[in-house]
């Protein structure tokens, strides 16, 4: 069975060109993919009687979807999404552990969002690390033992990492999983990119093509896209 990823941290569908909320630019680009299975970053959620954009992004798209709440960011309920063609079975959010020392005023509490499938075997994980190494530490805790639980088999990973590929965390990462795109595929900032930040892993039994950045601009990152087989 092949199966069409993409990771895409989203800014709260705020559009890097026109600083405007456009839920509609985002749907566009998935559609334009054809993505199966997504994962999004920077996900709000309902509030003052507006749709949580990750259902308003399903709905357009007529998939399923679940969102994990990592914190309220002034009063709306804020985090990542998993959106669907196919049918998400037992979804969970795995609240990462906040580090014992915060190492800065734009630290977040984050999580992982954790799914397999109605239809077939699959364990997609979604998650946003923090800027700070305390909180990237922990998130990467966090991540191996997840990982463990699932025996590291039939596993996509993905999300907005905020590490760099030479960095120490992502070479771990890489002891367990296969990281589908090399290290020269800028991923932020969206406009003239800079440096990758953005992934989607895979088990070492899965089989994977066409791995590459999506160069259009929407939010501030540009969406990171891979076809697999399992």
């Keep these: 069975m092949k199966l069409k990823i993409l990771t895409f941290n989203i800014q709260h569908c705020k559009n890097y060109i026109s600083k405007e909320i456009d839920v509609n630019s985002v749907v566009s680009l998935i559609k334009e993919t054809n993505a199966d299975i997504i994962g999004l970053n ?58 014992e020392i915060r190492d800065n005023s734009w630290y977040e509490t984050r999580c992982i969002i954790k799914s397999s499938f109605s239809d077939f075997t699959l364990n997609v994980l979604v998650t946003h690390f923090g800027l700070f190494p305390s909180e990237q530490l922990s998130a990467f805790s966090t991540t191996l033992q997840v990982l463990n639980d699932l025996n590291f088999k039939n596993i996509v ?6 590490l760099e590929p030479k960095d120490k965390i992502i070479q771990d990462l890489e002891k367990y999983l296969i990281n589908t795109l090399g290290p020269n595929n800028y991923t932020y900032p ?11 892993f895979v088990s070492k039994e899965i089989k994977f093509t066409n791995s590459k950045i999506i160069n259009k601009v929407v939010s501030d990152h540009l969406a990171h896209y891979v076809e697999i087989e399992i």
């Design 42 to 99: 920077e996900v709000y959620g309902a509030y003052d009687n507006k749709i949580a954009q990750y259902e308003e992004i399903a709905n357009k798209l007529n998939y399923y979807y679940y969102f994990g709440k990592a914190i309220d960011y002034k009063n709306i309920p804020y985090g990542n999404a998993l959106i669907s063609r196919f049918a998400l079975k037992n979804p969970t959010t795995i609240m990462i552990p906040d580090p």
């Design 157 to 162: 990973f993905m999300g907005d990492l905020n």
């Design 190 to 200: 969206s406009i003239n990119p800079m440096k990758k930040i953005d992934y989607i």
